[in-house]
């Protein structure tokens, strides 16, 4: 499978250097100079992955994957930020915009495209088409998930967020529900926090068993 890759960078050279080097590894390279050009071109070519600049000109890094996230056909395209600002509120503002993973510059090329490899590699699993046979079991005592008899690594909050998903299955949990349950009253988490859990599990787990009731919250359905 090939994947296609958007890259966005208002540095010309940095983006020919990345462009060519993920051309070697067989990836389709698509590429963008600011963020509203990088919103027409994924409109276009539909990618699987963005690797997005923070600092840009006409729309910032985190203002374009605001808007990518607000758009149904980008809701599980992954979304990497490869930014110079490595400060930690840097980062916290990337992933509140809906990042999957911030990768800070300098970085070698090679441990980028190993990266970008881990995230692409989750489309692959997934894309597999699933055994009709195939159901999610999840033991609470001792923290597994098996996914059509294979055990699968989950985080701590992905886990606490699937097993209350299921605790409810086929009944609506809002996202206020979420937040109080997983991540208690006291703690402050970005709106985009539940989103790019719900994500990551989809990727895990298929896109059709957690449906989202927009603006509202998410039901189970196996």
């Avoid at 996230?69 to 599980?76: C, G, K, N, Q």
């Avoid at 692409?120 to 005592?141: G, Q, Y």
């Avoid at 989950?154 to 529900?177: D, I, N, S």
């Amino acid at each position: 499978m090939s994947h296609r890759i958007l890259l966005v960078d208002d540095e010309v050279d940095i983006l020919e250097f990345i462009r060519y080097n993920l051309q070697r590894e067989g990836y389709e390279v698509f590429t963008a100079e600011n963020g509203a050009e990088a919103l027409r071109v994924a409109a276009e070519c539909r990618p699987h992955l963005i690797l997005l600049d923070r600092m840009m000109p006409v729309m910032d890094g985190a203002q374009t994957c605001a808007e990518l996230r607000r758009d149904e056909r980008f809701r599980d395209t992954i979304i990497v930020f490869l930014s110079a600002l490595g400060e930690e509120e840097e980062q916290l503002i990337g992933f509140d915009a809906g990042a999957d993973d911030y990768i800070t510059k300098p970085v070698k090329i090679k441990l980028l495209i190993s990266r970008l490899q881990a995230k692409l590699k989750r489309i692959s699993d997934s894309a597999e088409p699933p055994h009709r046979e195939a159901s999610i079991v999840l033991d609470s005592t001792r923290h597994t998930v098996l996914y059509g008899g294979e055990e699968i690594t989950l985080p701590r909050k992905e886990f606490a967020l699937l097993e209350l998903l299921m605790q409810r299955r086929g009944e609506l949990v809002t996202r206020e529900e979420i937040y109080t349950r997983i991540w208690g009253a006291e703690v402050v988490v970005g709106d985009r926090t539940i989103d790019v859990h719900i994500r990551k599990l989809r990727q895990k787990i298929g896109n059709d068993t957690i449906r989202t009731i927009k603006g509202v919250g998410y039901l189970f359905e196996d």
